[in-house]
């Protein structure tokens, strides 16, 4: 049997400490000195805890009624076990976790873990916290879709939501009711469902402190305090159960409302009611932006992917504005792995496409056998950046916005608390200036199905009506909160933004949309164009007649907005009459003209142009460099196939949004011949050759072969012909006109096969020439820049 490396050490000491019980007191404290020794032998010669790290946890009694339970690591020390429910319930317990020897768990387990009903178990945080006033009806519990409704006791006043329901997110909708007195100095903060206060003083540094109601975690300021302005400090709690989650609806109005990155820095705040301010996106701000993937064993393999699909949506979503923001990401389980760190991006400048290269070559399988949560670490890993910042520019790095974004469940089970680490990056930033708190941003979006509430809730920014922690039932929903995320109004000159997937149609995909009407006798007609400009519409030349004046001019544009016509210009090389003696009767090559505004209109997210080629901004739509951006460049991209897929609208509905998206596809290369010499079966053609028709200066699309397309009807002449590339709308041809009109009697608009329509292809020179004449001459509104 071997012996401690310190047993003889031990064993005189004890031989000392025996020999001098007798002593007289004089010599105590000596005989202390070797009592305090003799206990450190001991404890360095105790069993070292690591055999009891390495023992096994019990595999009985685990088992979850109704359902089933996955582990991360087996039955060994560190590994998590989550119980699995069906569509339809939650866990009573959500997680137990293996440590040494016993199995472990947050809540206290008197029973067999169940599965329950969500439809019978998700209840509301209970409102009998109300003070001053009552709440009808009162009950026991509240389950979902239970209305609770809320008024005061004279002499206060009322504040908050009257009517609330319970929803299935296990939140209570709306906002707090209160009801308080006007004569304090902080308005009342109420006590929200499920909690309760201490501290009913609110005058100036008065304090208040909230507790939730067991098994309920705060979510938010424990504490608040009174301050000067007459506003509390932090932010008002929440009482979360295991069950409780943030819709992409609450995340994108909380995340859209506190995410205070301003590149200009110049601390635009916007209205009170708004909750803050969203993300502003200018070019001369300065941003830097740390994000952390947790991909240790608790978090499963498709909520890592999730997450990294996350943060490429996000990063793309900001890219498609004209800013640069400076980004550092980082992947961590045990160890941190950089995808890419800060100083290594701003030296490098690498485009997306690496980044988002670099971030899918690490797998689920690339953290290896070291897979613990070492959340501390990846903060520490953030610190020392933003120490290198710091050095290398003071002064730059006081004047930048720092955001850190992480995705964990917060079940860190090594590294020590994260909270320390986030302290120190606090005092970092604000070390000199305690002003400069605004200008760090510290999120958590919980992943997973087990989320440590109460631990996250130390690691993110909290300030008064702005929420830092979002836990969200299914990540792959987050794009739906990215498209509210940013305030673009800043951004004039961004052309073709979509944003897909929202039931505000025109704004989806269509806030360029114009619809044009000129009243000249003996009928008026419709035409369809596009906001090119703040001050421009493009449409057909057809559309106008000689002696036709501005004042006959309607153009409306969104929600019902007529705007006043100053002029409009056509091309000077159409000629309707320029090819008649050839059997041509009306002829449609450089059938483009443009509406100038009275005066510009207000760009906004229902409001911006559309994409045209060959200028800077749509090179930073198709997020090109200046060297690489040339009109033939813009050419490859969005006409190299023979088959390009494209799209036309048709005229507006009642909500001014189209009322039919209508798709084609441009027949170039071998499809070309044929669509062209369908022109020939048009009314008042009589040529031999198509070619006199329909010349290079058109784009051609209709029929059938290869796939049926969609044709035009009458009133879409005008309109835009465009491409959807990397997420932004680019008008490459203006409508021009058509074989036939197949809409009038089948009262349909799917193409037969000669039905064919032409488009003015804005890729042509003097098309091109045209346009940026008088684009890029715009004295009133925002300019082009052709390339």
Known sequence: MSLCPFASVCLFFSFLI???LGINSMECKLWLKW??????????????SMSERDS????GNLNITGGTFVLSNSYSHGSLLRYICPNGYYPSVQSRRCQYGLWTSKTKIRKTPECKSKKQGIICPHPRVFENG?????KAKYYVNDTTT???????????SAVRVCKPNGKWSGSTPICGLDSDHCPDPGVPPGSSRTGNIFNKDNKVTYHCESPLTLIGSKVRVCLDGGQWSGTEPQCYADFTYDTPEEASEAFSGSLKSNLAISQQYEKEEQRGKKITLDQGGKLDIYIAVDASDSIDEKDFHNAKTTIKLLIDKISYYPVSP???ILIFATDVTPI???????????SLLDIFKDMDDFTYESRGEKTGTNIAKAYSSIHESMQIEELNNATAFSETQHIIILFTDGQANMGGNPKRKVDQIKRFVTEKDPKRERNLDLYVFGVGDDVNQEYINGLVSQRDQEKYFFKLQDLTKIQEMFDDMIDESTSVGLCGIVWEGLENKRRAAFPWLAQINVAHPPKSSNCMGSLVSSSYILTAAHCFKEGDTPDKIIVKLEKGLVVKVKKYVIHPDFDLTAKQELGIQEYYEFNVALIQLEKPVDLSSNLRPICIPCTKETNAALKLSETEGTCRRHEEILMSNELVEAAFTSDMDTDNSPKTIKSITFKLGKYRDACVEDATKAKGIDVKNAREAVTDNFLCSGGTEPTTDDVACKGDSGGASYVNKKGRVIQVGVLSWGVKDICKNKRRFTSDADSRDYHSNLFSEKIRFFLKEHLENDRIGHPLTFL
């Not at 809320?150 to 908050?160: A, I, K, L």
């Not at 890419?340 to 690498?350: A, D, E, G, N, Q």
């Open 18 to 20: 025996s020999a001098q």
């Open 35 to 48: 009592f305090m020794l003799a206990m450190i032998c001991l404890i360095a010669c105790a069993p070292s």
């Open 56 to 59: 096994l946890c019990p595999k």
């Open 134 to 138: 009552k709440v009808i009806p009162y």
């Open 150 to 160: 809320y008024s005061c006791h004279s002499d206060y006043t009322f504040r908050g």
């Open 326 to 328: 400076n980004y550092e």
């Open 340 to 350: 890419i760190k800060m100083k290594h991006f701003k030296m490098r400048k690498p």
